[in-house]
């Protein structure tokens, strides 16, 4: 959707975005142990039920540690789901990858920055949104409602509140 603003012969066109989803947690941990976990026992405390392809049959989540690497979900037979390829890779500072779990493929960014000793905020956005179509904006997702409906800001939050919470015990 554009807008213009036609003064004369010169034309403005306005592009009007669809924001990303942002959300953020704050971990008990340092940050390079906050990057570490994120990363490594993702298939721990990712929840599966109801954020993955496989559900119940999730054994594992993987992320390929590189520029180029695969994001992926192995179920109990071996199959594996892709969720999407790594774009970034910068430990312990941020990882970005795309994102395959919508109708066409959309980007999310994971960013940790020190906030003290032993405290993280990490950070989610996810955008890209313009590549959807108003009706897939509206699909639903491992959530009712789509991006339209508010199911990305909803799950993001759970995600990283289940990521905060494994983190957390492992300090105990």
Known sequence: MTTADHQGSDQVVTVLRRPPVRQSTLVCAGIERTFS????SIGA????QPFSA?????????????????????WDDGTEVDWGTVTAWAPPARLVMTWTGTPAPT??????????????????????????????LGQDCALPGG??????????????????????????
């Not at 976990?37 to 490594?40: A, E, G, L």
């Not at 991006?147 to 105990?172: K, T």
Request: aromatic content about 12%; overall charge negative; proline content about 2%.
């Open 37 to 40: 976990s994120f990363v490594t």
């Open 45 to 48: 405390w990712w929840p599966v």
């Open 54 to 74: 496989g559900k119940h049959r999730v054994r594992g989540i993987t992320i390929e540690q590189k520029a180029g690497g695969r994001v992926y979900e192995t």
């Open 107 to 136: 980007e999310v960014e994971f960013t940790f920055t020190v906030v003290g000793p032993a405290l993280t905020r990490v950070r989610v956005e996810h955008r890209g949104w313009e590549v959807l179509t108003e009706e897939e």
């Open 147 to 172: 991006y339209s409906g508010g199911a990305y800001l909803a799950g993001w939050a759970q995600i990283l509140q289940a990521f905060g919470d494994a983190i957390g015990q492992d300090a105990r």
